[in-house]
């Protein structure tokens, strides 16, 4: 059975941010060669929606990795199931990310980069829930706050589907 899904943001909002966010990062990062680095798989749509909506060319690579340990700062893992194709010793990283909830991924994925030099990198994410915050992770670009829901659409997904909705919905059942 097909679940029922509201509207939390619509598509025109939600394309309407991600322009904001493309225009304040083409200034903040023009004249430099930024790589954009995409959370495989919720950061496919938000990424490529970004990236065509700047005015300086990028590069992107992608990367896939879960979390796990008991889930506290100190032990928590990641697993790296696809790395990056490229080293980004000296580069300029734009991490991108669909959402940060607990912020536990984001926060072993930053701590696993930074370990490889980049020049800088800052962290920009569609969608923050910070009432579920468990460690500290603050993104640099956040496109929208939300309450404690749970979401799809724009990369996010229930049980594998509904990555592809053009606007943020609430599964209600
Ligand atoms: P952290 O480590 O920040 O994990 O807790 C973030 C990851 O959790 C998933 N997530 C969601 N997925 N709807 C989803 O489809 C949601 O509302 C939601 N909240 C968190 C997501 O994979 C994200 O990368
Ligand atoms: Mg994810």
Known sequence: MDAKIEVLIPEQDVRDRIQEMADALSEKYAGENLHLIGILNGSVFFLTALAQKMSIPVEIDFM????????????GRVLVTKDL???????????????????QTLHLIT???????PASMELAVLLDKPSRRKVCMD???????IPDVFVVGWGL????????????GIVTE
């Not at 194709?85 to 912020?103: K, M, N, P, Q, Y």
């Open 64 to 75: 896939a990795a879960s979390s796990y340990g008991s889930g506290t700062e100190s032990s």
């Open 85 to 103: 194709d490229r080293s980004i010793e000296g580069d300029h990283i734009l991490l991108v990310e669909d959402i940060v909830d607990t912020g």
């Open 111 to 117: 701590e696993m980069l930074e370990e490889r030099n």
């Open 139 to 145: 993104a640099d670009y956040i496109g929208f706050e």
């Open 157 to 168: 997904d229930y049980d594998q589907k509904y990555r592809e909705l053009p606007f943020v």
